[in-house]
Nanobody, 124 residues
């Protein structure tokens, strides 16, 4: 059974940093794409970053480029999202997602497995 568990969210001031962790079980990263998404109140879920298992390449939404870094530790079946220079508009519930085959897509409906989410709140 595929399971994804996020952690590391919290309250931080604008300009601060957080690192989110997604612990995966029930599958190996070799065959799955992994993504980070977020959803703010009243808004649709949006893609933040994703990593392709085929070549470990990472992709970022324009809104987070240069500030967020996604990485993976395949030995631990864990992915991370390092978030720096946080802004109030980054406030959202952040979700980890997985899918096979790996979707080269930020569209949330292309992803089949989801964690429960972790709240990130950035105060101004």
């Amino acid at each position: 059974e595929v399971q994804l568990v996020e952690s590391g969210g919290g309250l931080v001031q604008a300009g601060g940093s957080l690192r989110l962790t997604c612990a995966a079980s029930g599958f190996t990263f070799d065959d799955y794409g992994i993504g980070w998404f977020r959803q703010a109140p009243g808004k649709e879920r949006e893609g933040v970053s994703l990593i392709m298992s085929s070549d470990a390449s990472t992709y970022y939404a324009d809104s987070v480029k240069g500030r967020f870094t996604m990485s993976s530790d395949n030995a631990k079946n864990t992915v991370y999202l390092q978030m720096n220079s946080l802004k109030p508009e980054d406030t959202a519930v952040y979700y980890c997602a997985a899918n096979r085959p790996e979707p080269a897509s930020f569209f949330y409906k292309d992803w089949g497995y989801w964690g429960q989410g972790t709240q990130v709140t950035v105060s101004s």
